[in-house]
Every structure is written in structure tokens, then in C-alpha cells.
């Protein structure tokens, strides 16, 4: 016994996929809308009109940043143009996922005479670092560090 394939038949079918795209699609907008503030700074056009002054003090400072995380601890290294380890006037640090706000901490970062140390137990994967710091000469510096944990 064979059925016929009718135009109803074919017209179900394709409403029913496109239906199942269309709402995937739309489960998958309110997702990214959700979870992501997608906001850096408040006013773009203010933060503009000091961003090469303020890019050309931070290059000053020769200062280069790497993260590490390791044994419950997330690890910040903050070196000199000279290579030694810099003290900065305040270090404040969000530690977070690049797509959502979720997993956001503000760790209290203590400096241990080469690095700055915080207690973060992170998971495996990419985490963003968006740090502030200020020179001890008062000069503020600011930087995203890419941290990626393994496990």
C-alpha cells in the first residue's frame, strides 16, 4: 500500500522546516540579545576624543601584560620596557567570559613581588582580563588580556 506525495503533503513539509528555522533562528537571537551587554563605554564619541592621547601614554609606560592560570590562581605580570616587574599606584581587574557577563569576578589582586595573584578557580576555556591600572607617576593604563585555561 503506497501513499501519494500531494501538494498539502509538500506544503506541510516545508512550512514545518522552515518553521523549525525560523525558530531556531529566533531562539538563537534572544540568546546572543540576553547574555551579551555588547557595551564597552558608556559614551563613544567622549572616549574618542582622548584615545590617541591617552593610547600614547600607556606606550610610554612600556609596560607589557601576561596572564597565567594555574593551581586555583589566576596570575598577572605586569613587566617593565626594563623586563622587571612593575608595582602600580592600583590594579583593578574583571576576569570574565568574552561572551557573556555570567561568569564576571572582580578578584582582589595581591601583588607578591613579581606578579599579582588572585585566588579564581576558572574553568577551561577563553577568558577575557579587562584590566585598569595607574602608574605610580599617575598615568592610567588599561588592557584586555586574553587568558585561555586548560585542563
Avoid: C
Avoid at 610610554?60 to 592560570?69: I, P, Q, S
Amino acid at each position: 500500500m503506497t501513499r501519494e506525495l500531494t501538494g498539502r503533503h509538500v506544503l506541510m513539509i516545508f512550512g514545518g522546516a522552515f518553521g523549525v528555522i525560523i525558530g531556531v533562528n529566533l531562539l538563537l537571537a534572544w540568546s546572543a540579545v540576553s547574555t551579551f551587554p555588547g557595551l564597552e563605554v558608556k559614551n563613544s564619541y567622549v572616549a574618542s576624543q582622548q584615545f590617541d592621547e591617552r593610547k600614547a601614554a600607556q606606550e610610554a609606560l612600556g609596560w607589557t601584560v601576561r596572564a597565567n592560570a594555574a593551581d586555583g590562581q589566576v596570575i598577572l605580570r605586569i613587566t617593565g620596557a626594563d623586563g622587571l616587574p612593575v608595582r602600580v599606584g592600583g590594579l583593578d581587574a574583571v576576569i570574565g567570559r568574552a561572551t557573556h557577563v555570567a561568569d564576571d569576578v572582580r578578584p582582589e589582586f595581591i601583588f607578591d613581588g613579581v606578579s599579582y595573584v588572585a585566588p579564581v578557580d576558572l574553568a577551561a576555556g577563553n577568558w577575557n582580563i579587562r584590566m585598569t591600572a595607574q602608574a605610580e607617576d599617575g598615568t592610567p593604563f588599561s588592557q584586555r588580556v586574553i587568558l585561555h585555561v586548560k585542563r
